[in-house]
């Protein structure tokens, strides 16, 4: 990267916003939906039927602000829960009893 006026020192913090050459269709949830297990593995409950709800893997390319950009994960139009998903995983494993 030219740097002719000096503006840019060595070491100095800047942000930047990079532009890809490339852009790939992908499937974008709230970040508020996205829960992490023990060992790491990132999770989305989605919405199947009335009241019931399956935890489904899901694996993060990059998270944007509010938003988390999947690299795989459920289907497009998918019902996630994006408010309480944490009082769900709790559910499922019987946590606060």
Same mark, same amino acid.
Request: proline share 5%; aromatic share 10%.
């Given at each position: 990267? #030219? ?7 060595? !070491? @100095?913090?800047?942000?930047?916003? %990079?532009?890809?050459?490339? @852009?790939? @269709? ?6 508020? #939906?996205? %829960?992490?297990?023990?060992? +790491? +593995? ?13 935890? $489904? ?7 944007? +602000? $509010? ?9 497009? +139009? #998918?019902? %996630? ?8 995983? !709790?559910?499922?494993? !019987?946590?606060?009893?």
């Amino acid at each position: 990267m #030219a740097n002719d006026e000096g503006r840019l020192r060595p !070491g @100095e913090k800047v942000a930047v916003t %990079l532009t890809l050459l490339a @852009e790939k @269709e992908s499937l974008v949830v709230p970040w508020s #939906a996205v %829960l992490f297990d023990m060992y +790491g +593995g990132s999770w989305v409950y989605e919405k199947v039927a009335p009241q019931t709800f399956l935890r $489904r893997r899901v694996e993060l390319d990059f998270v944007d +602000g $509010r938003d988390a950009v999947l690299a795989r994960g459920p289907e497009p +139009g #998918a019902e %996630l829960v994006a408010v309480g998903a944490a009082e769900l995983f !709790g559910t499922e494993f !019987g946590f606060g009893k």
